[in-house]
């Protein structure tokens, strides 16, 4: 576990230095350019959470947060494409965003299609029924119904999951800024 929370804090210093060097250069004009960094704050964040909820064997909580940083990753990397065409319309969906259409399954496929991330973002649409039937009961006599529980996602395969879509971060700000983010071309 320790050294998937590594891979994790590694992503994170990558993003973070990355920023360090284009920070200076950036046109605080550009919308999609704020856009990119805001979701990047914002993928930090979510990776700090499902980190501490791992951290305390809580791996199926951290899924719906885990599902967010797949959104904001499969979300920058369509944007890291054409940053100033693309920024609009996620702007708008980012202002009009209610619980009831946060994840959007149709609007998340057709971009992670657009960005050859499709296989992941099916991947990560599976992690609902985790989610909402998997875990352990820690009620006392809990145990007698064992057999009849879902079996739920280890923290080892949460936390390699929340690494991969926060690398996927780090890619799609080096599309945007090519050679800023050493570091995306790790696994």
């Not at 320790?2 to 004009?29: H, T, W, Y």
């Not at 319309?89 to 149709?106: A, G, I, K, P």
Request: aromatic fraction near 6%.
């Amino acid at each position: 576990m320790q050294e998937l929370i590594q891979r994790v804090g590694r992503a994170k210093a990558f993003i973070d230095n990355g920023m360090c060097r284009v920070g200076p250069g950036m046109d605080e004009s550009g919308v999609g350019d704020a856009l990119l960094v805001r979701g990047a704050g914002r993928a930090i964040v979510l990776a700090d959470a499902i980190v501490a909820l791992c951290r305390q064997d809580h791996p199926e909580e951290a899924l719906a947060v885990l599902r967010q940083l797949a959104e904001t990753a499969v979300s920058l990397r369509w944007l890291a494409a054409m940053p100033e065409q693309r920024a609009p319309s996620l702007e708008s969906d980012l202002r009009s965003v209610r619980w009831e259409n946060l994840w959007e399954e149709e609007r998340f496929l057709s971009r992670a299609r657009e960005t050859g991330l499709e296989a992941e973002a099916k991947e990560a649409l599976a992690y609902c029924i985790h989610f909402v039937r998997g875990g352990r009961v820690t009620l006392p006599w809990g145990h007698r119904f064992g057999p009849k529980q879902e079996a739920g996602l280890h923290v080892e395969e949460v936390l390699r999951r929340a690494g991969t879509w926060l690398n996927l971060v780090l890619q799609a700000l080096d599309v945007r800024w090519p050679g800023s983010f050493p570091g995306a071309d790790q696994p």
